[in-house]
T-cell receptor
Framework: SQQGEEDPQALSIQEGENATMNCSYK?????LQWYRQNSGRGLVHLIL?????REKHSGRLRVTLDTSKKSSSLLITASRAADTASYFC??????????????FGSGTQLTVLP | ETGVTQSPTHLIKTRGQQVTLRCSSQ?????VSWYQQALGQGPQFIFQ???????GRGNFPPRFSGLQFPNYSSELNVNALELDDSALYLC?????????????FGPGTRLTVT
């Protein structure tokens, strides 16, 4: 089952605009990670935020984490056509009493128009 | 691109057959995880191997099994293939067990079951 759920499912913006994607999850987490995937290829790790962190930056990326609301957001500033991809959040948590696992949401498809 | 490689790239099998997928982890990484990604969905965790032992498993039946070798490469075996097994299979390696550190994904193997 998918613990993380991204919102929106799809987002289309003009080059230069900012893109914001949100992720909600259900259980307590150790950390939350964001990944990018180009057209059915392998995933690329973007950023990891630990449960005791509230905000993290990496280049044009800004991630926030609100553990009280069980939500995270990914902001991409000054978007480029090359940012067109699917973006997934993934939570590192124990689920259903099992060992820890990385659980992905269903993703946000971002299209950046030139 | 990461240093994680997977083979084959594409595979077509018939229902009821068995399949073996292979993954070579990034140099220096001792942990390998496998994921199944159905079309339009996020990856789902199958299992993780650390030092040749299964170190956590998702909600997949026993006909999904794996191996990790002394050089940290890994195999995913699926017996009695079903149509719903059609998916992109991704492996990811990491320098530490668990999911506290980023996962480096390979490009995936696209499996089609007819």
């Amino acid at each position: 089952s998918q613990q993380g759920e991204e919102d929106p499912q799809a987002l289309s913006i003009q080059e230069g605009e900012n893109a914001t994607m949100n992720c909600s999850y259900k259980t307590s987490i150790n950390n939350l990670q964001w990944y990018r995937q180009n057209s059915g290829r392998g995933l690329v790790h973007l950023i990891l935020i630990r449960s005791n962190e509230r905000e993290k930056h990496s280049g044009r990326l800004r991630v926030t984490l609100d553990t009280s609301k069980k939500s995270s957001s990914l902001l991409i500033t000054a978007s480029r056509a090359a940012d067109t991809a699917s973006y997934f959040c993934a939570t590192d948590a124990r689920t259903s009493g099992s060992a820890r696992q990385l659980t992905f949401g269903s993703g946000t498809q971002l299209t950046v128009l030139p | 691109e990461t240093g994680v490689t997977q083979s084959p790239t594409h595979l077509i099998k018939t229902r009821g057959q068995q399949v073996t997928l292979r993954c070579s982890s990034q140099s220096g990484h001792n942990t390998v995880s496998w994921y199944q990604q159905a079309l339009g969905q996020g990856p789902q965790f199958i299992f993780q191997y650390y030092r040749e032992e299964e170190n956590g498993r998702g909600n997949f039946p026993p006909r999904f099994s794996g191996l990790q070798f002394p050089n940290y490469s890994s195999e995913l075996n699926v017996n009695a293939l079903e149509l719903d097994d059609s998916a992109l299979y991704l492996c990811a390696s990491s320098s530490k067990t668990g999911f506290t550190y980023e996962q480096y994904f390979g490009p995936g193997t696209r499996l089609t079951v007819t």
